[in-house]
């Protein structure tokens, strides 16, 4: 074969890994901080009413991350949380906080901007935009949780909600515009995208060289080499 026919070749291939994106490789998203004191079943109390449901600290969490995020069976509607900048220190309490907005007190905000789904799915609560300084809990804070119903209307027996893979996340797994959704297909759809309107850090791919990419490139260079010995000869 022809020198000149194959770097013709050579540069066609090199061409089509740019074009359709072999030169790629992975970013992956900021690094997780998992809250695995939050993964539990919470129940309201025996009579239906508010019940404490544990304390779930932020000692050593990222200041950065963006997003409060968990899976969960149940119902929301009754789930209060307060955030506490020191564990010891009741009068630095914030919230509290709900998902159902009619409920008295503060509403959190989803990151993707529409209202939480409160029976089953995935919720990703954006810190800053709900009015949470994660900064300000990272030392000796944290929150806790409260599950039940008021005095005009308790829980009825059984009710309880379970939380799964609880985290605070750079990434959110809401997309922009779509609500939370409940069922498992919407969620495996939620996940493949990520908020880019608040700064989310973003899973995905970049244009960047790898090693398909060098190994093409050393090869052209290999025969651009051999050739220009084969003329000087």
């Known amino acids: 074969m022809k020198m000149k026919k194959v770097k013709r070749i050579i540069t066609a291939f090199m061409a089509a890994a740019l074009a359709f994106g072999l030169c790629q490789t992975p970013v992956l998203a900021a690094e997780d901080f998992p809250l695995s004191d939050m993964e539990k079943t919470i129940k309201p109390a025996d009579t239906g009413l508010y019940k404490y449901n544990g304390w779930i600290s932020l000692a050593g969490a990222p200041a950065d991350a963006k997003y409060l995020q968990f899976d969960y069976t149940g119902d929301l509607t009754t789930l209060r949380i307060e955030f506490q900048k020191d564990c010891d220190d009741d009068s630095t309490m914030v919230g509290p906080y709900w998902f159902d907005s009619g409920n008295e007190g503060t509403k959190f905000v989803n990151a993707n901007g529409g209202d939480f789904v409160l029976t089953g799915g995935t919720v990703s609560i954006d810190l800053a935009a709900s009015g949470i ?96 010995k084969k003329k000087a000869a």
């Open 133 to 228: 300084n994660l900064a300000d809990y990272v030392d000796k804070g944290g929150f806790h949780l409260h599950f039940g119903g008021a005095d005009e209307s308790p829980l009825p027996d059984g009710t309880v909600v379970t939380i799964s893979n609880a985290k605070l996340t750079g990434a959110s797994s809401a997309a922009a515009g779509d609500q939370n959704s409940g069922t498992a297909g919407e969620n495996a759809k939620n996940t493949q995208k990520t908020d880019t309107s608040k700064g989310a850090a973003k899973t995905g791919s970049t244009a960047v060289p790898t090693a398909v990419a060098g190994i093409v490139i050393l090869g052209a260079g290999a025969v651009l080499v051999y050739s220009n």
